[in-house]
Structures are given as structure tokens and as C-alpha cells.
């Protein structure tokens, strides 16, 4: 009865900028550490941003200076902000949080995958 939402993917050109959504639904109560991951055809899942409850993060060495991950707690939400876009950027792009769900329980949940292309 929980989901995770994804929304903001699409076809950009190089240099351009994204915004990536990340919305639990559902018999959320809370959210916890969230993350992104992306994946690209052939590749390994590769862990781009992760942000924790109290608002710490850190990103992959690729992205630095790139991309910032941010979260509003009072709409179980997520986010990517994506700048200055490169065409080794595309890829399938998944959010996973921990949320407090059904029960009160602390699990993990993973969005249904976002594409991200970026054209040269």
C-alpha cells in the first residue's frame, strides 16, 4: 500500500537541467534517508546522491558540483536537481527511501525508474 513516485525525467540537450520527484504515497508517516540511483544500458547501478534525515549529503564523484539532492519532509518527497547536464548522465534514474509505513514500520522502498536522456 506504499509507493514511491517518480516524475521529472525526459530528453534534454547538453548543458541543460532536470528536476527529479521522489513522492511516497500511500500509509506513509514519515520519511527517513532517501537516495538516487541510476543505471545505464550495460552499466552497474551506481549510487548518485544520498541525503539523511537531518539533511546531510554527499554524491557521486561524477556529479559533484552538478547535481543537489534535497528533501521536504512535510510532502514525503524527495528530489534531484539535476544542472549542467552531460550526455554520460543518461540513464534509468530510481529514488529509494526509508519511510516509517504500515505498523509504524522503518522499511526501505525503491520508485519505479525514471528516464533520463541527454542528446549532444
Known amino acids: 500500500q506504499v509507493q514511491l513516485v517518480e516524475s521529472g525525467g525526459g530528453l534534454v540537450q547538453a548543458g541543460g537541467t532536470l528536476r527529479l520527484s521522489c513522492t511516497a504515497s500511500?500509509?506513509?508517516?514519515?520519511?527517513?534517508?532517501g537516495g538516487w540511483y541510476r543505471q545505464a544500458p550495460g552499466k552497474q547501478r551506481e549510487l548518485v546522491a544520498h541525503?539523511?534525515?537531518?539533511?546531510?549529503?554527499n554524491y557521486a564523484d561524477s556529479v559533484k558540483g552538478r547535481f543537489t539532492i534535497s528533501r521536504d519532509n512535510a510532502k514525503n518527497t524527495v528530489y534531484l536537481q539535476m544542472n549542467s547536464l552531460k550526455p554520460e548522465d543518461t540513464a534509468v534514474y530510481y529514488c529509494?527511501?526509508?519511510?516509517?509505513?504500515?505498523?509504524?514500520?522503518?522499511?526501505?522502498?525503491w520508485g519505479q525508474g525514471t528516464q533520463v536522456t541527454v542528446s549532444s
Open positions: 500511500g500509509r506513509i508517516y514519515s520519511i527517513n534517508n
Open positions: 541525503i539523511t534525515t537531518g539533511g546531510s549529503t
Open positions: 529509494n527511501v526509508e519511510a516509517i509505513g504500515p505498523l509504524f514500520k522503518l522499511l526501505e522502498y
